[in-house]
T-cell receptor, first 116, second 114 residues
């Protein structure tokens, strides 16, 4: 069974540009989460999808971040325009909804975003 | 406020020595506790978890952790480390019936020397 995949693995962009990160959850996982780790700090929750609906987006830093999950499968996280403080590693995770084991979150390898 | 504290940002240790990575959390309600490990260039992998029951939890690769409710701690231990244990370790808390998000500590980088 394939795990959570993320693309790209690394992205280097200039301040003011746009970047789109993609996450493919484990097949059949209705819950999808985005987390971010800024260098040296904790991994912080950004938002949570249940299927295609945003369940909790309390962690989204500002309106430069836009997450979508059309069709309830893969998700994208767009940053527009990117700022220096957006640099970090963006993790995606997924979990099953039907079992109720939402705490069993499986993480992808992350996308390292560097804004220069 | 919900928070997780990992006091040690880096822990250097020699191979075959024992190690303890500390984790404390803030909560007045029951929580689920996790340790994740991130090996170089890989994603986060679940090491072990505590949901309820026995306070001593065994995980993969010989790691174990002990839940201490009175001290709100969940320290990770291994009696004898290997070079391959070199990685970053994250403690995380989940608040059931509240939210589906994990709250992480800042991570502890374990460096095992030969």
């Amino acid at each position: 069974e394939a795990g959570v995949t993320q693309f790209p693995s690394h992205s280097v962009i200039e301040k003011g540009q746009t970047v789109t990160l993609r996450c493919d959850p484990i097949s059949g996982h209705d819950n999808l989460y985005w987390y971010r780790r800024v260098m040296g700090k904790e991994i912080k929750f950004l938002l949570h999808f249940v299927k295609e609906s945003k369940q909790d987006e309390s962690g989204m830093p500002n309106n430069r971040f836009l997450a979508e999950r059309t069709g309830g499968t893969y998700s994208t996280l767009k940053v527009q325009p990117a700022e220096l403080e957006d640099s970090g590693v963006y993790f995606c995770a997924s979990s099953q909804l039907s079992t109720g084991l939402t705490y069993e979150q499986y993480f992808g390898p992350g996308t390292r975003l560097t804004v220069t | 406020a919900q928070s997780v504290t990992q006091l040690d940002s880096q822990v250097p240790v020699f191979e075959e020595a024992p190690v303890e990575l500390r984790c404390n959390y803030s909560s007045s309600v029951s929580v689920y506790l996790f340790w994740y490990v991130q090996y170089p260039n890989q994603g986060l992998q679940l090491l072990l978890k505590y949901l309820s029951g026995s306070t001593l939890v065994k995980g993969i690769n010989g790691f174990e952790a002990e839940f201490n409710k009175s001290q709100t701690s969940f320290h990770l231990r291994k009696p004898s480390v290997h070079i391959s244990d070199t990685a970053e370790y994250f403690c995380a808390v989940f608040y059931p019936y509240n939210t589906d998000k994990l709250i992480f500590g800042t991570g502890t980088r374990l460096q095992v020397f030969p």
